[in-house]
């Protein structure tokens, strides 16, 4: 469909709809913007590596927990 085409069957649509029609196109011009911005937001794998680390006793029962365990 042409926007030629568009912009008649928009022309053909009660006012007060037509505010609608542009809300929508709004919320999708908005929409497409979020959608582009997070793509450029991904995380990179591995940025910490090496920065942490986890103490050797992780696994072990908490003493705080050995009256429940």
């Known amino acids: ?6 912009f008649e069957k928009i ?5 007060a709809y037509q505010q609608e029609v ?3 196109i709004d919320f999708i011009l ?8 997070e793509e ?4 990179k ?3 910490l ?3 942490m680390k986890m103490s050797p006793d992780f696994d072990e029962p908490l003493n ?5 365990i």
């Open 11 to 15: 022309k053909m649509i009660p006012v």
């Open 64 to 68: 705080d927990f050995k009256d429940y």
């Open 22 to 24: 542009e809300d929508f």
């Open 1 to 6: 469909m042409s926007q030629a085409q568009i």
């Open 30 to 37: 908005q929409k497409k913007t979020k959608t582009e911005s």
């Open 40 to 43: 450029n937001k991904k995380r």
């Open 45 to 47: 794998i591995g940025l």
């Open 49 to 51: 590596k090496g920065k």
